[in-house]
């Protein structure tokens, strides 16, 4: 089984920037495919971003193209996501998750995946 530990959340104003990270451990980080998903106060949790197990294919939500990139680095354990030109809509607990996959596979839905990190909070002022 693998831990996540989401770090780097705080509080930013619109237009501005910040770098999550997701540091996992207890199994081969390599195995994994990744998202990133956020839940705002009052809604669902929804996907934000996903990565290959190589990093090699990326996708995004269509409300955060051109302004979040998802990364990896393998021999870190570690997940990023990159967030510029932030907006107040931004705002929410962002997650990080796991899945064993195949090799070039994107996981996009919340029931793809079976193991969370414990979110951390983005709040971005107007």
């Known amino acids: 089984q693998v831990q996540l530990v989401e770090s780097g959340g705080g509080l930013v104003q619109a237009g501005g920037s910040l770098r999550l990270s997701c540091a996992a451990s207890?199994?081969?980080?390599?195995?994994?495919?990744m998202g990133w998903f956020r839940q705002a106060p009052g809604k669902e949790r929804e996907f934000v971003a996903a990565?290959?197990?190589?990093?090699?294919?990326?996708y995004y939500t269509d409300s955060v193209k051109g302004r979040f990139t998802i990364s990896r680095d393998n021999a870190k354990n570690t997940v990023y996501l990159q967030m510029n030109s932030l907006k107040p809509e931004d705002t929410a607990v962002y997650y990080c998750?796991?899945?064993?996959?195949?090799?070039?596979?994107?996981?996009?839905?919340?029931?793809?995946?079976?193991?969370w990190g414990q979110g951390t909070q983005v709040t971005v002022s107007s």
């Open positions: 207890g199994r081969t980080f390599s195995d994994y495919a």
């Open positions: 998750a796991a899945a064993m996959s195949r090799w070039g596979v994107l996981r996009k839905t919340r029931d793809e995946y079976n193991h």
């Open positions: 990565i290959t197990r190589s990093g090699g294919t990326t």
